[in-house]
């Protein structure tokens, strides 16, 4: 036999602006220029009391896709990147973004692509189907990036990454950073002796990394020059990571037992480096100071902590949705680096 069919629970009523202004005991267009932060209102400060009261006791929402119509805005955003989302790395762009967006009252539509193309057309298809008030556009690794030529009527920012067809981006000052890299470590006394792990103009003739790693080496190799200092040794890898660091640092300190100081492209070759120190009998920062890139959550975990210049990811983030939501002149916008002070200079 079968069982009788339950009795489907009513929906509770949405809360309507009505419903407020009746509460408030107001006119529905009184309510709603409260409600909606006209600052022209000319209505009494009892008035917008009785508005937020009731709008409280309410639990009163408003209706964003009706809002949506009159206004032709929907109060969201789409950050649309690569691998951003499922990078440890690199999620502090997220947080940066959604903490502004949330400011602003806006939500946040999260797309990952991997970097393929098709699933970037979708992405931004997606987007435009959920009428978002503007795109940002962002990398796990600063870089140029291929925006698929799909046409957007809305804002866009380019967050860790540059786009020729979109000239608003935010990036790190790669090059103040790396020339403060090289300060700190004269000014630690370190004007000879010093080693750079992971870039060599010489073994790295006619090979391009990235734009920002340009800069990075740019600014590195202005300030030896400005302090009329050049490396004892350089040593040139093409993936940054500990078994390098660990190998070139071996390879560099046996060579040269002159060397008092490294300057790490990256602090996860200048990890690595810290366990050729080791193993080599080398305190750090005694025999070697040590300074690098990044400032990876492990860097203030090594013993002594790594000194580090870092990427600004959270401080981007949130100037990228400012741009996207504000007003911003077209352009690149760079975000200082912050010199993080740990023991190892």
């Given at each position: ?79 649309i990147s690569d691998v951003v989302a499922t990078t440890r790395f690199a999620t502090g762009l997220i947080r940066g973004a959604l903490q ?107 090979l391009f990394r990235s734009e920002t790693v340009s800069r990075r080496v740019r600014g590195i190799r202005a300030e030896m020059k400005r ?119």
């Amino acid at each position: 036999m079968a069982e009788p069919e339950r009795p489907k629970r009513p929906q509770p009523k949405r809360v309507t602006l009505a419903d407020v202004a009746r509460l408030a005991g107001l006119s529905r267009t009184a309510a709603s220029m409260i409600l909606t932060g006209r600052p022209d209102t000319r209505l009494s400060a009892d008035a917008h009391g009785k508005v937020m009261a009731a709008a409280d006791q309410l639990g009163y929402r408003p209706n964003v896709a009706a809002r949506s119509l009159r206004t032709d805005r929907t109060q969201s955003v789409a950050f649309i990147s690569d691998v951003v989302a499922t990078t440890r790395f690199a999620t502090g762009l997220i947080r940066g973004a959604l903490q502004a967006a949330e400011e602003r009252s806006h939500v946040m539509l999260v797309l990952e692509t991997g970097g393929e193309p098709a699933r970037e057309s979708e992405a931004i298809h997606a987007a435009l189907d959920r009428q978002v008030d503007g795109i940002v556009f962002a990398s796990m690794r600063a870089r140029e990036i291929f925006v698929p030529d799909v046409r957007l009527t809305v804002p866009v920012v380019m967050l860790n990454s540059t786009s020729a067809r979109f000239p608003t981006s935010v990036l790190p000052d790669e090059a103040k950073g790396g020339r403060d890299a090289v300060r700190l470590l004269v000014e630690a006394g370190h004007r000879s002796g010093i080693g750079l792990l992971g870039q060599s103009d010489a073994a790295e003739v006619g090979l391009f990394r990235s734009e920002t790693v340009s800069r990075r080496v740019r600014g590195i190799r202005a300030e030896m020059k400005r302090r009329h200092l050049s490396f004892a040794s350089e040593e040139s890898c093409w993936n940054w990571e500990p078994d390098e660091g660990y190998r070139l640092a071996r390879k560099m300190l046996k060579r040269d037992p002159t060397i008092r100081a490294l300057l790490c492209m990256n602090d996860r070759l200048a990890f690595g480096a810290y366990q050729a120190a080791s193993e080599l009998g080398l305190q750090v920062p005694g025999d070697l100071a040590m300074v690098s890139f990044d400032n990876d959550e492990l860097a203030a975990y090594l013993r002594p902590g790594l000194t580090t210049i870092a990427l600004p990811h959270e401080a981007m983030g949130r100037m990228a949705i400012d741009l996207l939501l504000g007003e911003g002149k077209p352009r690149e916008y760079l975000v200082p680096m912050p010199i993080v002070r740990r023991g190892s200079i």
